[in-house]
């Protein structure tokens, strides 16, 4: 696996490096020992899996606050996305800003998204699978959102959703964070 830093601290993107033969390719997209090479602190707990059966099916902006806080490795195992992170770290040097990738399946990339940050994604091609490893179970009760055209963040998306969920509607927006 390679790792690069993102314009936010803490934010990675981690690129699969595939063994292709004839019967296709194989590679390794977590290791502990590897992401901790790498000084990413990341231990798996909980594995999600969401089915987006159209395109520019939106889902986010999500998060949860402290003590329910989660890490998340984001990847598409089928399709594509468009995935954003926001920075709400408020000591955080990059606190509101946001950064965007390109995550499909013919790569095999992932993201790590810190304890702190925003994540939300718009598909980019049909029937897209997104995996999310999580540093912690889930906790009801305990999600925060904001919408996702929310003008103080001003997040460049490649479309309008076709496809957005009641709760992610709800949102605040302007976010007061």
């Given at each position: 696996?390679?790792?690069?830093?993102?314009?936010?601290?803490?934010?990675?993107?981690?690129?699969?490096?595939?063994?292709?033969?004839?019967?296709?390719?194989?590679?390794?997209?977590?290791?502990?020992?590897?992401?901790?090479?790498?000084?990413?602190?990341?231990?798996?707990?909980?594995?999600?899996?969401?089915?987006?059966?159209?395109?520019?099916?939106?889902?986010?902006?999500?998060?949860?606050?402290?003590?329910?806080?989660?890490?998340?490795?984001?990847?598409?195992?089928?399709?594509?996305?468009?995935?954003?992170?926001?920075?709400?770290?408020?000591?955080?040097?990059?606190?509101?800003?946001?950064?965007?990738?390109?995550?499909?399946?013919?790569?095999?990339?992932?993201?790590?998204?810190?304890?702190?940050?925003?994540?939300?994604?718009?598909?980019?091609?049909?029937?897209?699978?997104?995996?999310?490893?999580?540093?912690?179970?889930?906790?009801?009760?305990?999600?925060?959102?904001?919408?996702?055209?929310?003008?103080?963040?001003?997040?460049?998306?490649?479309?309008?959703?076709?496809?957005?969920?009641?709760a992610d509607l709800a949102w605040?927006?302007?976010?007061?964070?």
């Amino acid at each position: 696996m390679r790792f690069a830093p993102t314009e936010i601290p803490g934010v990675v993107e981690i690129a699969a490096e595939p063994r292709a033969d004839a019967r296709g390719f194989f590679a390794r997209i977590y290791c502990p020992e590897e992401f901790a090479a790498a000084d990413v602190s990341f231990t798996s707990t909980q594995i999600n899996l969401s089915r987006n059966s159209r395109v520019h099916t939106l889902r986010g902006m999500h998060w949860q606050d402290p003590p329910y806080a989660e890490a998340k490795l984001v990847r598409a195992t089928r399709g594509a996305i468009h995935d954003v992170v926001i920075d709400l770290r408020r000591e955080s040097p990059t606190f509101r800003r946001w950064i965007a990738r390109r995550l499909d399946a013919d790569r095999a990339n992932a993201l790590f998204i810190p304890e702190g940050c925003a994540h939300g994604f718009l598909t980019l091609e049909p029937d897209t699978d997104v995996l999310y490893q999580m540093s912690r179970p889930f906790v009801g009760g305990q999600a925060r959102g904001l919408r996702y055209d929310d003008p103080g963040f001003a997040i460049s998306w490649p479309a309008l959703p076709a496809v957005i969920g009641e709760a992610d509607l709800a949102w605040p927006s302007p976010w007061r964070g």
